[in-house]
């Protein structure tokens, strides 16, 4: 447990890390981003918190008056 | 939010606040006082043994570190080759936003540390520092299940994804399981099953695609994956250099892994199979209180004691974008997106929600309405509203 190693231990553990982490594949943020965007805005027209949902739809919808018919 | 002993951890993060004094003193004294309850789990004099070593040896291994941080961030930033809001600057402005509290869930004795949705989209587990776990129907506000554990501060609760049980745990340093009885006058707490063992505080859980396992952060460093049925080990994911705070499991269809953020200000992605830590970032100025998922699985965010949320693409391999403000200066709780992930709703310390234009960087709204912090926040399942939790001992869903 972290708690119990010494410092020592601590950057060896970090050293190791790190070393294959350099190592991972990455692309290039000008790809990644425009994806990201391609997402959300395919989704969006679906976002209840963004569209917003109609009163009578909406399980959340205030709890109204009684109406006597 | 609840500070290693370390004593170097204490100073960076008094070191991380860079405004007036009156606001230092005053977090010092707060985090002097959190630090007290705690001195109970932690050998000062073990501590005070450990900082006299020989320091030729981890002086050459630091400055290891350093190197090899260093040639990490030059790869990274070879493709650094614009920022996401260059990129959405095409993508269209959001509108105004009105946000209503639809539901106030009142019930707890104290303050509200954690909450999971139920998979149907209206039952809400919440755990508090008194003890208690309460499920509520969101839609009728009623209180189904109550359990009292046996110790206070419940900083974890979750629901399991067939919505018949929910687990628990806090300074204990266990998860525990309770099934959901239908017969309202059963003991839950006479079903328990203890699932998982720390050596320190559990602070976060999280049920994987089934019932049968569990995912665990905790205090002493690490995160487990258990089995629910036997209790048994599966994998332990050794990392973080202090308590963990946070983990988010990714969504399923992007494969086996999980993101978890510590105290030593660092998010690890890990791999559930191997225990190994695949991606880590080391941005944040401090502790690192929550981690979220992009829907996609191809980002996440985090929120942090340094004031601000980050989102970090997992493929570009760095940070894309840092969601701050000069007048944001308590540290944010809790995060989460919304459905489509465009926005990013923030929990935050100083009592308010801000809700962030994920992609172009900018807040659209700020939500008032819990009178202390929000420490807890989930969008629900289907999206169509958010609740969260307060040390006001409420919990408000909203929409």
């Not at chain 1, 350099?22 to 209840?48: G, M, Y």
């Not at chain 2, 992007?254 to 200000?265: I, Y």
């Not at chain 2, 890990?270 to 979220?292: A, P």
């Not at chain 2, 989460?336 to 992930?341: A, I, Q, R, T």
């Amino acid at each position: 447990m972290a708690r119990d190693m010494s410092d020592k231990d601590i950057l060896k553990m970090e050293i190791e890390q790190l070393q294959k982490e350099v190592k991972n594949t990455r692309e290039p943020v000008s790809k990644t981003a425009k994806e990201l965007c391609e997402f959300v805005e395919a989704q969006s027209a679906e976002d209840p918190l963004i569209k917003g949902v109609p009163e009578d739809k909406n399980p959340f919808k205030e709890k109204g008056g009684c109406i006597i018919t | 939010m609840y500070p290693s002993i370390h004593p170097s951890i204490h100073l960076s993060t008094l070191t991380s606040i860079s405004s007036s004094p009156v606001i230092i003193y005053v977090h010092l004294a707060v985090q002097q006082l959190q630090t007290l309850c705690f001195l109970a789990n932690f050998p000062l004099a073990k501590m005070a043994a450990q900082e006299v070593q020989p320091s030729e040896t981890i002086a050459k291994l630091k400055s290891e570190s350093e190197a090899l941080k260093t040639k990490l961030e030059e790869e990274r930033a070879k493709l650094h080759d614009v920022e996401l809001h260059q990129v959405a600057e095409k993508v269209d402005p959001l509108g105004q936003f009105v946000m209503k509290t639809r539901r106030t869930l009142k019930g707890h004795g104290n303050k509200v540390l954690c909450m999971d949705w139920c998979k149907d989209k209206r039952r809400i587990v919440s755990s508090s520092q008194d003890g208690k776990v309460i499920v509520w129907d969101a839609f009728t506000t009623n209180k189904e299940h109550a359990v009292t554990m046996p110790c206070t501060w419940v900083m974890a609760c979750a629901y399991a994804p067939s919505g018949c049980a929910v687990a628990c745990g806090g300074l204990d340093n266990k998860c525990s399981v309770y099934p959901l009885s239908l017969d309202k006058n059963e003991n839950l707490a006479a079903k328990k099953k203890s699932v998982a063992m720390h050596t320190n505080y559990l602070s976060a859980c999280s049920f994987t695609n089934s019932d049968m396992q569990i995912l665990t952060s905790s205090g002493d460093g690490t995160c487990a994956l258990w089995d629910v049925e036997s209790g048994q080990l599966l994998q332990s994911f050794h990392g973080h250099a202090a308590d963990v705070l946070c983990l988010d499991l990714a969504p399923s269809e992007t494969g086996n892994t999980f993101v978890s953020g510590g105290c030593d200000k660092k998010a690890n992605v890990w791999d559930m199979r191997s225990g190994q830590c695949i991606q880590s970032f080391e941005t944040h100025e401090s502790d690192i209180n929550s981690v979220r998922y992009y829907p996609s699985g191809d980002a996440f965010a985090s929120g942090s004691d340094d004031a601000t949320c980050r989102l970090y693409d997992l493929r570009a391999d760095r940070e894309v974008a840092i969601y701050s403000k000069e007048s944001i200066i308590f540290g944010a709780s809790s995060v989460d997106f919304s459905l489509s992930g465009r926005l990013l709703f923030g929990g935050y310390n100083d009592y308010t929600i801000n809700v962030w234009d994920v992609l172009k960087g900018t807040r659209v709204s700020i939500l008032f309405g819990h009178e202390n912090r929000v420490s807890t926040l989930r969008v629900s399942p289907d999206g169509t509203a958010f609740c969260s939790g307060s040390w006001d001992h409420t919990l408000r869903v909203r929409e």
